[in-house]
């Protein structure tokens, strides 16, 4: 069972360049998010996706955009990467019901330099 | 809106002792509650949730949490812990009424309690 897919695993940006975070889900979910991870500040939201042609800003938007491609895929974009921005991020999915357990993909490790 | 605090950052024990890492939150509306398990260089995982009813829940690998909504508190517990314990552990609230706080059922989590087992 796949779950929960995103690529690239491992990125390195210089600053200034752009690059778009993959994320697809085989669970037929309506609700997808994008979480960034960084060391003592647990996970914070980033963008998220209540329902296939729907995105509304998280946490900690600022320097990302979103695309909600279709009711699988959901793809982040750094449009100028800033070392601000090194983190491990994670997509995650939902069935987007009340008490609904998030599914979370194994993280892109991504440093900006 | 609503917070969660994780009381201890870091948890050092022995293997086979008992362990408890702490939970608090805050929230203006009513909320579930999950503990989410994420071990090294992998995404996280779900230990457990409490919906309604019973307030002890019963998770996955023998752990255990129990809600107590007068400290707003959910405090997850295991009796005797294994070397493959040793994780990263979050705790996370989300609202239960869509729109609640504009919060839209998405999970606001802790910092995390980094649980170490030492033979």
């Known amino acids: 069972n796949a779950g929960v897919t995103q690529t690239p695993k491992f990125q390195v940006l210089k600053t200034g360049q752009s690059m778009t975070l993959q994320c697809a889900q085989d669970m037929n979910h309506n609700s997808m998010y994008w979480y960034r991870q960084d060391p003592g500040m647990g996970l914070r939201l980033i963008y998220y996706s209540a329902s296939e042609g729907t995105t509304d800003k998280g946490e900690v938007p600022n320097g990302y955009n979103v695309s909600r491609l279709n009711k699988r895929e959901f793809s982040l974009r750094l449009e100028s990467a800033a070392p601000s921005q090194t983190s491990v991020y994670f997509c995650?999915?939902?069935?987007?019901?009340?008490?609904?357990?998030?599914?979370f993909g194994e993280g892109s490790w991504l440093t900006v330099v | 809106a609503q917070s969660v605090t994780q009381l201890d950052s870091q948890v050092p024990v022995f293997e086979e002792a008992p362990v408890e890492l702490r939970c608090n939150y805050s929230s203006s509306v009513s909320v579930y509650l999950f503990w989410y398990v994420q071990y090294p260089n992998q995404g996280l995982q779900l230990l457990l949730k409490?919906?309604?009813?019973s307030t002890l829940v019963k998770g996955i690998n023998g752990f255990e949490a129990e809600f107590n909504k007068s400290q707003t508190s959910f405090h997850l517990r295991k009796p005797s812990v294994h070397i493959s314990d040793t994780a990263e552990y979050f705790c996370a609230v989300s609202a239960t009424k869509w729109g609640s706080g504009g919060s839209n059922y998405k999970l606001t989590f802790g910092k995390g309690t980094l649980l170490t087992v030492n033979p």
């Open positions: 409490y919906l309604s009813g």
């Open positions: 995650a999915s939902s069935d987007g019901t009340s008490g609904n357990t998030i599914y």
